[in-house]
Each structure stands twice: as C-alpha cells, then as structure tokens.
C-alpha cells in the first residue's frame, strides 16, 4: 500500500488546509496523524472503511473533518479554525484491520511519508 500526502504548508491561525492523502488501496481503517518537533506522534483523525465510523482527538473536535473520495482512493483531512499548536508534520496511515484503538499508531501497517503545516 502506497500512501502519499499533500497540501500541506503554513497559514495564519484560525485559517484553513484542507489535506489529501492518495492511496494505491484503501485499509480497513485509515487515519491521519501528526508529529511535533520533541512531541511523540499523536493520532488526529480516523475513519473506518466505507466512512461509517469516524474518529477525532479531543482537541480537534469541532474543527477537523476526515472527508473521503472512494472513487479516487483518495482522504481528506480538512482543517478549520488552526491554531499555532497545530503545527506539525502530518502523516497518512492506512491499517489492514481496525484496531479498537484507531487513533493509536500501533494498529497502522502503512504509512506515508508527511507533510508539513506550519501554523503561525
């Protein structure tokens, strides 16, 4: 499984990105994560396969979407009202089997390999 990101870059707090991530094939579950320069990676959003359950860390509830194009194997991560401790590098996971835990990192197989958002 391929996974690769885009859209990333900076903007000023309480703008928008909206973030994709192609896929060669979609995973049971498939998630976006984030990692902060010191920070250990933290799961933000998650969805699972056909988009009947999604996922949101606490403190993106409210703002972030996990939209997803099926026909274009491709995820979304649109980000609104960002704040200057959203920034970090973003990476795209995909998981062979959903784990209990979605926005855990250990129950990913596939991984992109990020992009950056700069929140300033």
């Known amino acids: 499984v391929q996974l690769v990101e885009s859209g990333g870059g900076s903007v000023q707090a309480g703008g928008s990105l909206t973030l994709s991530c192609t896929a060669s094939e979609y995973g049971d579950c498939m998630g976006w994560f984030r990692q902060a320069p010191g920070q250990e990676r933290e799961g933000v959003a998650a969805?699972?396969?056909?988009?009947?359950?999604?996922y949101y860390t606490d403190s993106v509830k409210g703002r972030f979407t996990i939209p997803h194009d099926n026909a274009k194997n491709t995820l979304y991560l649109q980000m609104n009202s960002l704040k200057p401790e959203d920034t970090a590098m973003y990476y795209c996971?995909?998981?062979?089997?959903?784990?209990?835990?979605?926005?855990?990192?250990?129950?990913?197989?596939?991984w992109g390999r990020g992009t950056q958002v700069t929140v300033s």
């Open positions: 969805i699972s396969r056909g988009g009947a359950v999604t």
């Open positions: 996971a995909a998981s062979r089997m959903c784990s209990k835990r979605p926005l855990q990192e250990a129950g990913y197989n596939y």
